[in-house]
């Protein structure tokens, strides 16, 4: 029993700290872009047989099969805060990436790394977020390379936000071809609030990929 516990939380902690670079979550059953307990429930729904399998959404622990483990991982991970960068999968001239993020609880500060193909789009700026009306604010952001930046957000004097909305809108503008595709990526993401400050809060981070 020890044994199968262990895998399993190493199987939770593989797919909850992974983020993959596709538009398609696994894990995101019905294709909402994000990973809620209505996932959990169609996975379990696939796992007894009452719908066909999706292998390719559902199949969370990627064993070749939909079943209840995967119904579970996918309940664990709907849990969890979830960050995903947000843009269109067709781009031209401008246009925006909105960092969104889901059930967040007790937000104090963060940061993320975002990295492009800087020879198909750049950074032109970075405006402040929104989590339930309430704003989010940029007070740094900057390049870190040609192809990265680093942006930092703070909520004033010690506030504190819950919820869903966003961390941060990217504005890009184009610089390839057409055909040209760029991954934005999103790393070194930190969440904090103040009460866990050094540990942050656990999430999941997802990127995106977009086409000229």
């Known amino acids: 029993m020890k044994a199968i516990y262990m895998i399993y939380c190493t199987l939770i902690a593989l797919v909850a700290f992974s983020a993959p670079v596709s538009a398609e979550i696994v894990g995101d059953v019905n294709s909402d872009d994000r990973i809620t307990t209505a996932d959990s429930l169609i996975a379990l729904r696939m796992a007894v047989g009452s719908m066909p399998p999706d292998i390719e959404r559902a199949d969370v622990n990627h064993d070749g099969a939909v079943n209840s483990?995967?119904?579970?991982?996918?309940?664990?991970?709907?849990?969890?805060?979830?960050?995903?960068?947000?843009a269109p999968e067709t781009v031209s001239g401008t246009f925006n990436a909105t960092i969104d993020i889901y059930n967040v609880a007790d937000l104090?500060?963060?940061?993320?790394?975002?990295?492009?193909?800087?020879?198909?789009?750049?950074?032109s700026g970075v405006d402040s977020?929104?989590?339930?009306?309430?704003?989010?604010?940029i007070p740094?952001?900057?390049?870190?390379?040609?192809?990265?930046?680093?942006?930092?957000?703070?909520?004033?004097?010690?506030?504190?936000?819950?919820?869903?909305?966003?961390?941060?809108?990217?504005?890009?503008?184009?610089?390839?071809s057409v055909g040209d595709t760029?991954?934005?990526?999103?790393?070194?993401?930190?969440?904090?609030?103040?009460?866990?400050?050094?540990?942050?809060?656990?999430?999941?981070?997802?990127?995106?990929e977009v086409t000229v």
């Open 69 to 86: 483990l995967d119904a579970l991982m996918i309940l664990t991970i709907a849990q969890k805060t979830q960050v995903r960068v947000n």
């Open 108 to 123: 104090d500060s963060g940061q993320f790394d975002l990295s492009f193909n800087s020879s198909v789009v750049n950074v």
């Open 140 to 176: 740094e952001w900057r390049f870190m390379d040609a192809d990265t930046i680093r942006v930092l957000f703070d909520l004033p004097d010690g506030d504190l936000v819950s919820g869903s909305g966003s961390l941060a809108t990217v504005n890009f503008e184009i610089i390839g």
């Open 129 to 137: 977020g929104n989590i339930d009306g309430t704003t989010v604010p």
């Open 182 to 208: 760029s991954v934005l990526d999103i790393s070194n993401g930190e969440l904090f609030d103040l009460d866990t400050y050094g540990d942050g809060i656990p999430a999941t981070w997802t990127d995106c």
